[in-house]
């Protein structure tokens, strides 16, 4: 009764693109020097915003979390990407947008479209005011997920998705998984921090509902309560009509004079009918 009638669910979008989903096909350095520095800086933005690109930067830097350096003011721009401040240096991770809207000089689109084949994207790299470096990635759909969003889609629910990436869009989301536009939404920047206070992890809360896993899982939760009170809330006009048609054939019976050619066969039978299509009637369609 609580979740049966929920029509949006609120995810992130590593669950849309969990690591592995999300390959690194090359970097371009722009010729600043100490680029392993300026990449370490990024991961450690990367990685203080939990962003979907954490695995990308962790794969460059060979898993050595401990080298990830303190961050301040860690900004996701709407559309655009992340900003941040490492050891004084202005660090921005992002789109051509991001770096325009910071008024850093960037290499024509021609160049950058030589990076765009085979559905592939780019995302720079910018320190101090400065490229440092081109990202080419891609984005792969996840199999488990396009099965469970299949059926969130079916159900006509909305889904908002939580993202820092700037090229997690709403048309690559609905390309990806074929997922509908008009049931689609981004998660504006400024509800950012209020999604993570409501998702972060708690010593101890109440729960109406219970699952182990991710996202993935609680979609499935979410939408079982819908198919359980559809399967509650089928067989009771059934259960009505037997009722019905019960003591109307009764009262005719008893009309006629004939009560006596209801015997404790005849009703057995006629609950065991009823019965069987009370039961039937909810399974024909799987949870």
């Not at 609580?2 to 590593?14: P, Y």
């Not at 830097?61 to 992340?82: A, S």
């Not at 079982?224 to 005719?252: F, T």
Request: charge should be negative.
């Amino acid at each position: 009764e609580e979740f049966e009638d929920l029509d949006s669910l609120v995810i992130n979008a590593s669950d849309l693109f969990p690591e592995g989903s999300i390959q690194l096909h090359g970097i371009k350095t722009m010729g600043l020097d100490r680029i392993d520095d300026h990449i370490l800086d990024a991961a450690s933005i990367v990685c203080a915003a939990k962003s979907t690109l954490e695995p990308v930067f962790l794969q460059v830097i060979e898993g050595q979390t401990k080298l990830l350096r303190p961050v301040d003011n860690v900004v996701y721009e709407d559309g655009m990407g992340l900003s941040g401040w490492v050891d004084g240096r202005r660090v921005l991770i992002g789109n051509r947008e991001l770096l325009e809207n910071h008024s850093i000089p960037l290499p024509s689109r021609e160049y950058e479209t030589r990076f765009l084949r085979d559905r592939r994207e780019v995302v720079y790299l910018a320190t101090s005011g400065e490229i440092s470096a081109m990202f080419v990635i891609s984005y792969n759909p996840n199999s488990a997920m396009a099965d469970e969003l299949n059926k969130l889609m079916d159900h006509g629910m909305f889904l908002v998705v939580e993202t820092s990436d700037p090229n997690i869009t709403e048309e690559k989301i609905c390309a990806a998984y074929k997922f509908p536009a008009d049931q689609l939404k981004l998660l504006p920047a400024r509800f950012h921090s209020l999604y993570r206070d409501l998702t972060a992890e708690k010593p101890r809360a109440s729960s109406k509902i219970g699952y182990v896993g991710g996202s993935r899982t609680m979609i499935r939760a979410i939408l079982d309560c819908s198919v359980i009170k559809r399967c509650i809330s089928q067989p009771v006009p059934v259960q009505i009509i037997a009722l019905l048609l019960g003591y109307a054939l009764v009262a005719l019976f008893t009309l006629m004079g004939n009560l006596s050619m209801i015997s404790i066969a005849h009703v057995l039978l006629y609950q065991l009918l009823w019965g069987a299509l009370v039961m039937i009637l909810p399974n024909m369609k799987r949870l």
